[in-house]
């Protein structure tokens, strides 16, 4: 049985109470808007890398950094913009976005998004030291987005969720040098009936645990009134990540408070990071209704209920 307060309208999320985190007001720039914001702890701080649309429609990648993981002070510069050098110009027409970051080795891999007339296409970028960064090559076929890499190999082999437009479901494919994809398989599919029934992509990159790993996830349920997108979690093996364990039959945060539901695109909650603290906690930066972005924090004991809950 779940506890009352799953039963009430009371997400396992709990929100950060000086939400949203960072608005549109907050930037030190002229720009349209402020979506989704990849998250990585880098020595004593806190990163951001947040999405953010110019006023001409393109998007872009600036940097804010914290030391509590609450207060950001974002950069001036933009971090990351679309490549004006071949072969990625072509491919970067219309922006970056929805960039996730994963720590492998002494390497930090960024996973993003590129858009142009020919469609979406994952990106991979990498840096040492957040100060410069290298794209290293497109790693999707055309129309895959939400790319996240796992913090360690398997059995040799490197290890990236994606989620294609055909299917709207988590595929899981392996390389061993990073830029050669391949042995692809479906992982986690919409569910008729439930509350992620017609589409669903990995949120940020899957968290390390004694049970496998942690994966945040975004489900999307079509309404009379738009999609509604809200965040759940599943438990995957951790020696063979195609393998779901546990899965939530409930969000573990939905759209509610008016920052959620009213923006640029309304009803949603979409995050590209989190981060596991010491004490126990995940600590969720997601983008709300497009137009800022929030925190929201959770006992990891509690979301792993949920998933074993929920095998029925």
Known sequence: MYRIAHKTGQDVVQRYKYNPLIS????PLDCSDIWNAGVIRFYDKYLLLLTVETLEGSGCIYMAHSTDG???????????VASREEPFARYETFGIFDPRITQIGSKYYITYLAESEYGRRIGLARTNDFQTVERMQFISEPDTKSACLFTRSFEGYYAVLERPSDGDSIWISYSNDLIHWGSSTVVLTPRGGYWDSHRVGAAGPPIEIEQGWLLIYYGEKDTSAGPLVRLGAAILDGNNPSRVLGRSNIPI????????????VANIVFSCGALLEEAGQVKIYYGASDSCICLGIAAIDEIIQICQESRE
Do not use: Q, V
């Open 24 to 27: 549109i007001h907050d930037l």
């Open 70 to 80: 609450y207060g950001f002070i974002i950069e001036p510069e933009p971090f990351m």
């Open 253 to 264: 945060l939905a759209p509610r408070e008016k920052y959620e539901r009213i923006g640029d």
